[in-house]
């Protein structure tokens, strides 16, 4: 396989020297970020809250243009609304007058994918989220790690290029939360498409990624990208409890404490 960092095969997304400045604002949101997501990887994308981070997945989804910069998309420069792309943006955004069913399948109508197909795909979406029996709720009657599942199901149904995720289990329970974090595991694994996902939190990066992207502040920029080795299929329970994964933990948790004010914590 080629080994050119130029090839565009090889390449999902790429930043190149991406300067963002929000009209009215003195100093740039994200300045002279430049990183490369490889195709079928998963990359995590951490840092202090304001450097940006949903900034670089609005950009890399064509919602936002840098002010200065490049973002390429499989080798093409992103102009305009990112159609490859899906984006689970943070809350979980469905539509509300409609059922689990209808929005896990609106893309696929919107592609205007035929019918009987669509409600095979759909069907068996609505199994690998394990939303089996709740076909025709509406997304009040679900429970916040329900509707999520909905998303992410809505998200990867056809077969997206990349997929943009931002704080994808922000507001759940300690219990759901891996419990989701291990499925979408498991569902990439399978699938092996591009998953680039923002989060908070360091564990839920090692178990995940494949590479976490580290972010400082004041503007925004790239601080470091630290590689996560764990082989797949990776399993969190026994990620946890392994050396190894200390060992990156305290990696990570020294670049990420250097990054936030933590003045008033004991060392
Ligand atoms: N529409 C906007 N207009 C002006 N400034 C904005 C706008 N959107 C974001 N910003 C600023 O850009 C910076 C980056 O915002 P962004 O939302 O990308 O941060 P973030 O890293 O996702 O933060 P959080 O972790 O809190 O979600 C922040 O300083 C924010 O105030
Ligand atoms: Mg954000």
Redesign the pocket.
Known sequence: MSTNPRDSHAEALRFENVTLE?PG?HQP?IQDISFRVARRKLVAVI?P???????ILNLAAGLLAPTTGEVYFNGERVTAVNSQAAYVTQQANLLPWLSVRANIGLALKFRRVPKDEREERIAHWVKVVGLTGFEEHYPRELSGGMQKRVAIARALIYDPAIVLMDEPFGPLDAITRLKLQQDLLNLWEEQQGTLVFVT?DLNEAIYLADEVIVMSQGP?TVHRVLQVPFERPRSIGSLVESREFSEIYNDLWSLFKSEIDLSDASA
């Open positions: 929000f604002t949101a840092g809250s304001g450097c940006g981070k949903s900034t908070h925004g």
